[in-house]
């Protein structure tokens, strides 16, 4: 749910969907008890005659500006929270990553292949997307991040893994009889552990082996 | 409104057809009155409904545990394509305007008919053509289409079902949109009756006028889209397969430069229905017409702009993500006005809250629900998390079903004796509109809480966390099943033992209420001499009204 603390990109979406939940959530209930509270209030049984109110400029006027002004720092906090995302850090590890239906592969620089997305604990990492079939979308859900892999097209994502961990990731865009079992995990090892296991030969048969 | 006397004794639009034949279905098909045509498209719209329906809770059904509970995967997903193609094309896009507005917006604004009689049953009958091709997909080999009603290239090109029927079915149905579109405008602008200008419509025929101009300006495009992909597979030009070079991406963008608009055309009719109801049953003028007025309009333009909501993480530029998350934001104000007006309309009026009010009412809190969750996906950092997961398949069914098709059902309660003569039971009227609230929401928002968790949309099988939730989804898809029977069981009693209607039973002062239920053939014996504000209920003195 909130706050999982595995990412400050993910806190950070998180404070923005407090920030919009609970402005939604007062103007929900001010709305609903607005009208509750007129529907008993000026019942026919008792309000015979009904006054017929025109309008009011300043009223609409008000009601026009606040919601604006409102809707406006939403705007802004989802930008704040979504500015840089794609930004590529210098020092950022380069994975490349492959979809087809239905399954993840990733290829490291040293050529190194898996279909579990290993990576280092403190170290930004690019990966490179490819879809070789249809569109997927990489979604990490507890990152609060996913990018479409769309056919003929390289785009890319950039995440920043802090606590080590193991999560999942799944496919998001609709791509056919198993879209649904498409799922692999992200496994964020320290930097010993991820370098021991990058530096092993073993390449093919590494899949499960980083959850601890 | 109306100088109008109310005509008596005449025949009604059921004894007195345009067609040659008197009786029987040719003279129902074939018939180019406005209001046997909008008679037509409620069967047809309904029929459809409840195809649409039934497929639902087949998918609730089969999401009710983890892993293969009724059907396989490949089934899962042409139930969740046809769903979304049912209900979107031949549901919601005509449901209201078609339905409704075919009836009432010629009645309202003092006219015989609609501009061009003709075409608008040639309307119908696309909607039927569109449909054929819609369901002859079932029957052929390789089956109706798995590739959601977006059918996004190039998975739509790759699969073995048959997509082509069904983009077909979309182009026909394109153009009965359009012309409902081009014939309401039409109407709107040549035949309002003598003293009726344009800020003495009631607000129902501002909606529609504002509906008509998106179907025709966006509709189009959804032509044009299958125009291309035709010419595409035809000539081996690359447009949108990357397989022949060329971009997903721009079938997106076309895809959603109608299909955004197409959203607003499913809920501006709702609004203008909500805006009659409301000032009907508190008696009282709207608060703020002209911003109700013009929020429609602006609704309806704004809405051109920000297609490419649908599509932030598909590898859109960063200036373009924030261009169209700004223009979402913009575009969520001019529905807030309606809402706030709506609500002040009740202020000092005398309510009666009646069926169609309670529908009504569980609308502005299901529709305020669908539109606050929307500024959660309008915003940047939160879409990226939200985007293809349940908490759109929340919002858009809060949006659509707890707006449109909630108001679907208001009209059709506000409207029915109208309509058909008859009264329905309000007892039990109400007692199905109570458990459709209830319903709706153990229905709906658990989708919210899966979709913030990472559940994505269009999955077959879950994980077991989200068990729990799709659990209470489900439960809330048979209270569903038993609500909507109710409604529609006790309006199908009533058309068969219902009690006389009297022509305005609710005491409303637009100008339907002023003509006989069901109306004649050419609605007016005379065309009203309009010399009241739409909402002025002092014309109600030396009317009858009431329901005893």
Known sequence: MLYNEVTSHANQVDNVMIYITVISVIFLLGITFTMLYFVFKYNRKKHKQASDIHGNALLEITWIVIPTILVLTMFYFGFMGYKGIKKIPDNAFKITGIAKMWQWNFEYPNGKKSDTLYVPSGKPVEIQLKSLDVNHSLYIPAYRVKQDVVMGKTNYIVINPEKTGSYDIACAEYCGLNHSMMYTKLVVMDSTDFNEWYASLDTQKETDTGEK | ?548
């Not at chain 2, 290239?153 to 699969?159: C, L, W």
């Not at chain 2, 963008?253 to 000032?279: D, K, N, Q, R, T």
């Not at chain 2, 098709?405 to 009264?423: E, N």
């Open chain 2, 1 to 548: 409104m109306a100088n109008g006397t109310i005509a008596l004794a005449e025949k009604s639009f059921y004894q007195e057809g345009t067609t040659k034949r008197k009786t029987g279905l040719f003279s129902w098909i074939f018939s180019t009155d406005h209001k046997r045509i909008g008679i037509l498209y409620l069967t047809s719209v309904t029929f459809f409904f409840v195809c649409g329906v039934i497929l639902g809770e087949l998918m609730r059904l089969e999401l009710i545990a983890p892993g293969p509970t009724i059907v396989n995967a490949e089934t899962y997903n042409r139930f969740f394509t046809l769903h979304g193609v049912i209900m979107i094309f031949l549901f919601i896009i005509p449901g209201i305007p078609a339905v409704f507005g075919n009836f009432f917006l010629p009645i309202q604004i003092g006219a015989k008919d609609v501009a061009f009689p003709r075409l608008n049953l040639l309307s119908w009958w696309l909607y039927v053509i569109g449909a054929v091709f819609a369901l002859t997909s079932l029957y052929l080999p390789g089956g109706p289409a798995d590739t959601g009603w977006t059918f996004y290239i190039p998975y739509s090109i790759r699969t073995g079902t048959n997509v082509s029927y069904t983009l077909m079915a979309a182009f026909i149905l394109g153009f009965s949109s359009i012309l409902t579109g081009l014939n309401f405008i039409t109407t709107v602008h040549r035949m309002r009756a003598p003293g009726m200008s344009f800020f003495k419509m009631p607000l129902n025929i501002w909606a529609l006028y504002a509906t008509g101009w998106v179907q025709v300006v966006a509709t189009p495009v959804i032509g044009i889209t299958m125009l291309l992909i035709i010419i595409e597979r035809t000539f081996g030009v690359g447009i949108f397969d990357p397989a022949l070079g060329g971009d997903p991406i721009l079938y997106q963008h076309m895809f959603w430069i109608y299909s955004h608009p197409a959203v607003y055309i499913m809920i501006l009719p709702a609004m203008g229905v909500v805006s009659e109801i409301i000032a009907t049953f508190s008696r009282r003028t709207i608060f703020g017409y002209k911003a109700v007025a013009y929020s429609s309009l602006a609704i309806a333009f704004f809405g051109y702009l920000v297609w490419a909501h649908h599509m932030f993480v598909s590898g859109l530029s960063e200036t373009a993500a924030i261009v169209f998350s700004f223009l979402t934001f913009i575009v969520a104000i001019p529905s807030a006005i309606k809402v706030f007006n709506w609500v002040a309309t009740m202020y000092k009026g005398s309510i009666d809250p009646r069926t169609p009010f309670l529908w009504v009412m569980a609308f502005i809190f299901l529709f305020s629900i669908g539109g606050l969750t929307g500024l959660v996906l309008g915003s940047l950092a939160t879409d990226v998390h939200l985007h293809d997961t349940y908490f759109v398949v929340g919002h858009f069914h809060f949006v659509m079903f707890g707006g449109t098709g909630t108001i679907f059902f208001a009209a059709l309660h506000y409207w029915f004796p109208k309509m058909f003569g008859k009264m329905y039971n309000e007892k039990i009227a109400k007692i199905g509109v109570g458990l459709f609230f209830i319903a709706f929401l153990t229905l709906y928002f658990p989708m919210f809480l899966l979709g913030y968790n990472g559940m994505p949309r269009r999955y077959f099988d879950y994980l077991p966390q989200f068990h729990t939730l799709h659990f209470i989804s489900t439960m809330g898809a048979w209270l569903m099943f038993i609500a909507l029977s109710i409604v529609i069981g006790n309006l199908l009693y009533a058309l068969k033992k219902g009690k006389k209607a009297p022509a305005n039973p609710w005491g409303g002062v637009t100008l339907e209420w002023h003509i006989p239920s069901p109306p004649p053939l050419e609605n007016f014996e005379e065309i009203p001499n309009v010399t009241h504000e739409p909402y002025d209920f002092s014309q109600l003195e030396g009317m009858e009204y009431g329901t005893e």
